[in-house]
Structures are given as structure tokens and as C-alpha cells.
């Protein structure tokens, strides 16, 4: 079935130090890919989104690029910050749901020190 | 406007109780869905609405689990004779069209 495997954390960088979480994907045809942040006591935030192959989703300096040849949609930012301190989700939207329901990786947990 | 809100926040249960758990949608989206969070692992789907119509409830784990959304607005997930597996954040997401899911705050389900 369809899935979502993103590396495990946690993940701990200095500040202004370069970031990639991967992300690999399982699914047939074309789904919609995600990046989810969840700070610290909040809910759930969409951080980027990418809906075709070679697509790039960008937010707030976070990048990623849907790669079809290597199912891949990592997540990457040049120069991460104290208040990047997060966990971070990795999520598709299959054909086989009708791009409705949302399926996502573990979580990645980063850890930025000054 | 307001976000998606849901309560209570945190619910403690003795197994064998039932539980209900509320999401109001932000307002005028059509669609809504429910997922099961447990601890350090991503959100899993439970189940979608469109309008009333509940379209997909192929991620119910049981059927214990049982929700409803009558009037296309407020949604109530049910657990009945609940176990201790059943401890999770249960979350709620609504949407408008195709555009993203706007996620609430969870609910956090303890059950002793």
C-alpha cells in the first residue's frame, strides 16, 4: 500500500548550519506530497506542498522537490535557525484516495542550538 | 478567522468507558477528517467527511470507533468500550475544495 519512510531523529544542528531530512515514498500514480511542521504545544501547520513530479514546494527558506525517478521529497533549508525547532513530517495524498486523505512518516525531530 | 477547535483537550478514561470527542470545522469547509496520533508516530487517517456524507471510513481501527457529522458542521468521534490501545492524540482537519487541511490542536485520549 501506499507510505511514507523519513529518516529518524532526532536531528541536532548549530545554528546556520545546512539542513536535509529525507524523505522516500511508496504509491502508484501521482500523489500530492507534504512537509507538516508541528512546533512545540501546536498543532499541526503545512509547511510546503508539491503536486507533480519535479514540482519544488518552498516556505520560509525550507525547500523540496518532488523527485519521481527516486520517489524522494526531501526537505532542506541553507541555514537553520534556533526557531526551526521542530518535528517535521513527511506526508503524501495517494490517487487511490481520491487526493483526500493525508498519509505521513514518522516525524523527524530537529533540534537547533545556538 | 477561528482555527479549528477541539475539546476537550486531554480526557482521561478508565478502559471500558465510552468517549466522545468534538471538532468544529472552520467555518464553511466542506470537507473533514479525523486521524489517530499515537506517541512518536505520525498522524494516521481514521476517516473523511464531505458535508454529512462520510465518503471514507476505511481507517476506523474497529468498530468501536464510530463518527458522525449530521449537519455538515461539528463532528463527533465516538470510542465505545474503550482500550488501553486506544490511547492517542485523535486529531481533526478541515478543508475547502482541494486546498490544504487545516489541523486543530488534539485531543489527548488516555485511557488507564
Known amino acids: 500500500g501506499d507510505s511514507v519512510t523519513q529518516m529518524e531523529g532526532p536531528v541536532t544542528l548549530s545554528e546556520e548550519a545546512f539542513l536535509t531530512i529525507n524523505c522516500t515514498y511508496t504509491?502508484?500514480?501521482?500523489?500530492?506530497l507534504f512537509w507538516y511542521v508541528q512546533y512545540p504545544g501546536e498543532g499541526l501547520q503545512l509547511l510546503l506542498k508539491?503536486?507533480?513530479?519535479?514540482d519544488k514546494g518552498s516556505n520560509k527558506g525550507f525547500e523540496a522537490t518532488y523527485r519521481k525517478e527516486t520517489t524522494s521529497f526531501h526537505l532542506e533549508k541553507g541555514s537553520v535557525q534556533v526557531s526551526d525547532s521542530a518535528v517535521y513530517f513527511c506526508?503524501?495524498?495517494?490517487?487511490?484516495?481520491?487526493?483526500?486523505?493525508?498519509?505521513f512518516g514518522a516525524g523527524t525531530r530537529l533540534a537547533v542550538h545556538p | 478567522g477561528a482555527g479549528v477547535s477541539q475539546s476537550p483537550r486531554y480526557k482521561v478514561a478508565k478502559r471500558g468507558q465510552d468517549v466522545a470527542l468534538r471538532c468544529d470545522p472552520i467555518?464553511?469547509?466542506?470537507?473533514l477528517f479525523w486521524y489517530q496520533q499515537a506517541l512518536g508516530q505520525g498522524p494516521e487517517f481514521l476517516t473523511y467527511?464531505?458535508?454529512?456524507?462520510?465518503?471514507?471510513k476505511s481507517g476506523l481501527p474497529s468498530d468501536r470507533f464510530f463518527a458522525e457529522r449530521p449537519e455538515g458542521s461539528v463532528s463527533t468521534l465516538k470510542i465505545q468500550r474503550t482500550q488501553q490501545e486506544d490511547s492517542a492524540v485523535y486529531l481533526c482537519?478541515?478543508?475547502?475544495?482541494?486546498?490544504?487541511?487545516?489541523f486543530g490542536p488534539g485531543t489527548r485520549l488516555t485511557v488507564l
Open positions: 508539491a503536486t507533480k513530479a519535479d
Open positions: 504509491a502508484t500514480g501521482y500523489p500530492s
Open positions: 482537519a478541515s478543508r475547502q475544495g482541494v486546498n490544504e487541511q487545516f
Open positions: 467555518s464553511g469547509h466542506v470537507s
Open positions: 506526508a503524501l495524498s495517494p490517487l487511490s484516495g481520491g487526493y483526500n486523505k493525508l498519509i
Open positions: 467527511f464531505q458535508n454529512e456524507a462520510q465518503l471514507d
